[in-house]
Structure formats: structure tokens, C-alpha cells
């Protein structure tokens, strides 16, 4: 089963609003990852939070992650067209130890009408 | 630095085929990665292989395989292809394994359609 839950499943914006997307999981974890996938192309990588980071910028990107609500979350503020794209989070498990792998959520899927 | 190179980018097979998919890693990075993404289940990891060794593997049946050779590409596998088999299949490159610290880098992703 997935560990991530993103959420909304759908956000729609117009330019220049601030989008943010939530992402839950189930189980402690090391790390938390934020990727970007346009349209049927490859996912791009945003951002990764340690479990003991509160909160991480990436410029218009911001990050905060709440370890004892087990939830994260993706603000991207002035938001622009090119920003529409759908939004995975992954989470990387700690009692998977060297066995590595990634958990990830459905996706957010951001629309931002010019 | 050419990114991670998925091939092919689009095929359609009928029931009963096999089809092999191939990926180049980014230059030095030896951990490759492979994953299934569909509509409905989203992204579901298949197996990761570094050098040359399948390191971990998913909940996916065994008509699903892979390997990966001494220059770090890699290459998958399905056999006896179903219509459930549809779907987008990603490679991901990354420089190290073992508890993860750090990005993974995508191909573009080799989309199969099964009739």
C-alpha cells in the first residue's frame, strides 16, 4: 500500500496565487522527498527534508515537515503556468535500512491558469 | 552531463509478447532504479540493481525481470505482457545505495501500451 497520501489529488490556481500541496504517510522516516512530473515525461526532483529539518526553502518552494503529525507539506508561492505539473512526495522508511526504498504518494495534480 | 536515457519512448505490443526496455544512468552513478506508473496506482517500485546485483525488489510477478550490466545500464524485461501491463515505465539513477540520502535522477520513460 502507499505510504504517502498527497493531498488535494487536484488543485486548481490562477498565476500568481501561492499552491499548496499536503502529504501524509504512515511510518517513521528518514528523509521526505518532493518531485515534479509534467505531463507523461520523467519526474524532476524539488527538494528533500530530514527527518530533524522543520522547514527547508528552495527558492519559490518551501517545505515544512511535521514528524509528529507524520505529514509534510509543499507551498509554492507566485505561482506560474509552467508550474502546472503533478506533485509526488516520497518517503524513504527507516526500519527499511539498507533496504532501500522509496515510498510514493499518488500525486497532486496543479493546474495554474494564465 | 547527459541525463538518465530511457529506450524506447513509445511501443505498443499485443498480449502474450514479451518486450525489453532499456536505460543509460547518468555517467558514475551506478545505482539504477525502475518503476511502474499507471493512472490508478500511481508509482510502484519494481526493482533496483547495483553494480550488476538486484538489490531489492517489489511486489510485481515474475514476468517482470531485469539486469544490469558492468557500465551501469540496465535493462527490463516482461514477458507474456497482459493488458494490465500498460502503463509508463520510469528509470531512475542515483550515485549511491543503502539508506537513501539523496535524489533520484529520471528518464523520460518508455511508454507501453498493450492491445
Known amino acids: 500500500s502507499q505510504q504517502g497520501e498527497e493531498d488535494p489529488q487536484a488543485l486548481s490556481i490562477q498565476e500568481g496565487e501561492n499552491a499548496t500541496m499536503n502529504c501524509s504517510y504512515k511510518t517513521s522516516i528518514n528523509n521526505l522527498q518532493w518531485y515534479r512530473q509534467n505531463s507523461g515525461r520523467g519526474l524532476v526532483h524539488l527538494i528533500l527534508i530530514r527527518s530533524n529539518e522543520r522547514e527547508k526553502h528552495s527558492g519559490r518552494l518551501r517545505v515544512t515537515l511535521d514528524t509528529s503529525k507524520k505529514s509534510s507539506s509543499l507551498l509554492i508561492t507566485a505561482s506560474r503556468a509552467a508550474d502546472t505539473a503533478s506533485y509526488f512526495c516520497?518517503?524513504?522508511?527507516?526500519?527499511?535500512?539498507?533496504?532501500?526504498?522509496?515510498?510514493w504518494g499518488l500525486g497532486t495534480s496543479l493546474a495554474v491558469n494564465p | 552531463k547527459a541525463g538518465v536515457t530511457q529506450t524506447p519512448r513509445y511501443l505498443i505490443k499485443t498480449r502474450g509478447q514479451q518486450v525489453t526496455l532499456s536505460c543509460s544512468p547518468i555517467s558514475g552513478h551506478r545505482s539504477v532504479s525502475w518503476y511502474q506508473q499507471t493512472p490508478g496506482q500511481g508509482l510502484q517500485f519494481l526493482f533496483e540493481?547495483?553494480?550488476?546485483?538486484?538489490?531489492n525488489k517489489g511486489n510485481f510477478p515474475g514476468r517482470f525481470s531485469g539486469r544490469q550490466f558492468s557500465n551501469s545500464r540496465s535493462e527490463m524485461n516482461v514477458s507474456t505482457l497482459e493488458l494490465g501491463d500498460s502503463a509508463l515505465y520510469l528509470c531512475?539513477?542515483?550515485?549511491?545505495?543503502?539508506?537513501?540520502?539523496?535524489?533520484?535522477?529520471f528518464g523520460e520513460g518508455s511508454r507501453l501500451t498493450v492491445l
Open positions: 516520497a518517503t524513504s522508511p527507516t526500519h527499511a535500512g539498507n533496504n532501500r526504498k522509496l515510498i
Open positions: 540493481y547495483f553494480s550488476e546485483t538486484q538489490r
Open positions: 531512475a539513477s542515483s550515485l549511491h545505495r543503502g539508506v537513501f540520502t539523496g535524489e533520484l535522477f
